[in-house]
């Protein structure tokens, strides 16, 4: 069984293996004897916490509210007005730690942060006992995304990452043709996206500025190393910045990657390479080219995905007929051309192969919805099939990526020991550094 598929009654014994202190990356809170999970009868509702309401937090709030919605957490004021005004009865926090602790009914929280806040929030959640919906992609470093996975197997928490397209029929449909050999061996797979859409391969200001009344600056900084507030960073820019977010393959890699990834097995990769506008010691570049080596699964062959962003696409392909964020899938027998995360279908080419073509019998379950399967889960269902066993690989593969770019070098991956074998010089970038910052109530 595909380690994602996890029953629940895996998920229910795991939930009594950890009794360790467990110390959460850049947070002053020790939660010994970590909190029962809580579990929900499926004719009730949950009472759901809120971490981050702007922006694509006010998506998640409408995927739901169909449930109780308590409470609600944001550092910025401006942003989170509208998430503020849809819930007027929910109670408002600044600070997440002070929330999760306060709140004593939460069943469950939803993490919408900038990517160096999801580890520490979910982390803190889960070892709670809450179950957990967190955005892609589900961890700022590798070392986080190991642990998310072994804390959320621990808790026997219901979770799942903000890759919506996980559960879309489509996705489930190519995954089906292709692990029903249609394509025969596939060995190659190129990937793409037309992010960044911010700016990139540009150094630190070298002025700062005052923080605006309603944004408490050293809350938004929390875990990431200190530094002066600077507008170019909020409130949608720090997404390329090193300290805050992971470039345009942590962006849009757990999205695009995903349905080739699960179709074919993928798990860690043996080697990744990367070439880029340049190195920045601040910032993604300004584009990449990103070649990961997969080994053989079983009698699966390896496979090579390549990775394109910044304007870059594979070779040999017409620019003027590939979408702006796309996969092939390409096999010995034939190849998937698979649009976006949000798609409207994908093609089976040379067409005149595939005119006839019947899918195969479904072995998947359709999804009732991205965020429908994970509230369901938490009422005792089925785990949701993008929870955090499957999405920390899927982050850390993408995480990889971002690790050959910023040592400059091929990365020859030891899974087990979760080290770079060819590259000490990489641990700092693996593991990512953290800062206890001030607790606001």
Not at 44 to 60: Q, R, V
Not at 104 to 133: I, N, Q
Request: with cysteine.
């Amino acid at each position: 069984m595909p380690s994602h598929m996890l029953t629940r009654r895996k998920f229910l014994i795991s939930s009594c293996a950890s009794t360790a202190t467990v110390f959460l990356p850049g947070c002053t809170t020790q939660i010994s004897d970590p909190v029962a999970t809580r579990h929900v009868p499926a004719n009730s509702k949950l009472n759901i916490g809120i971490i981050g309401a702007g922006g694509k937090g006010l998506e998640n709030i409408k995927g739901v509210s169909s449930e109780n919605i308590v409470a609600i957490c944001d550092v910025d004021d401006r942003r989170a007005a509208e998430g503020y005004k849809r819930l007027p009865k929910a109670v408002r926090y600044r600070d997440y730690r002070v929330m999760l602790e306060k709140v004593k009914s939460l069943d469950a929280v939803v993490v919408t942060t900038p990517d160096h806040h999801h580890a520490p929030a979910a982390l803190m959640a889960m070892k709670l006992g809450r179950h957990v919906y967190c955005e892609k992609p589900l961890t700022h470093s590798i070392a986080e995304a190991r642990e998310m996975q072994r804390v959320a197997r621990e808790q026997g928490v219901a979770t799942q990452m903000g890759n919506q397209g996980h559960s879309y029929d489509d996705t489930r449909r190519l995954v089906e043709v292709v692990q029903a050999g249609t394509l025969g061996d596939v060995q190659e797979v190129h990937v793409w996206t037309d992010r960044p859409i911010w700016p990139q391969g540009i150094d630190r200001p070298q002025s700062s500025e005052t923080p605006p009344p309603e944004l408490n600056w050293d809350l938004w900084l929390g875990p990431a190393p200190k530094r002066p507030y600077h507008s170019s960073y909020l409130p949608f820019n720090w997404r390329g910045w090193w300290d805050f977010g992971t470039g345009a393959l942590g962006d849009m890699g757990c999205h695009n990657i995903d349905a080739a990834f699960w179709a074919l097995k993928l798990q860690y990769p043996l080697s990744i390479e990367a070439e880029s506008s340049g190195v920045n010691a601040e910032t993604a570049p300004k584009w990449s080219i990103i070649r990961y080596k997969f080994p053989a699964r079983g009698k699966l062959p390896p496979v090579n995905l390549t990775w394109y962003d910044g304007g870059k696409l594979p070779p040999d392909r017409d620019p003027k007929i590939l979408p702006k964020n796309g996969s092939l899938i390409v096999g010995n027998k034939g190849t998937i051309a698979f649009k976006d995360w949000n798609p409207n279908g994908f093609l089976l080419q040379p067409e005149e192969r595939f005119r006839d073509f019947v899918d195969p019998v479904p072995t998947l379950p359709r999804s009732p919805g991205h965020y429908k399967e994970w509230i369901a889960a938490c009422k005792g269902g089925p785990p949701p099939m993008s929870n955090f066993d499957y999405a920390a690989v899927l982050t850390e593969t993408c995480l990889l990526g971002n690790l050959a770019l910023r040592v400059g070098k091929r990365i020859d991956w030891d899974a087990k020991n979760m080290r770079a074998k060819n590259c000490p010089e990489a641990n700092l970038f693996i593991r990512g550094e953290h800062r206890e910052w001030r607790r606001v109530a």
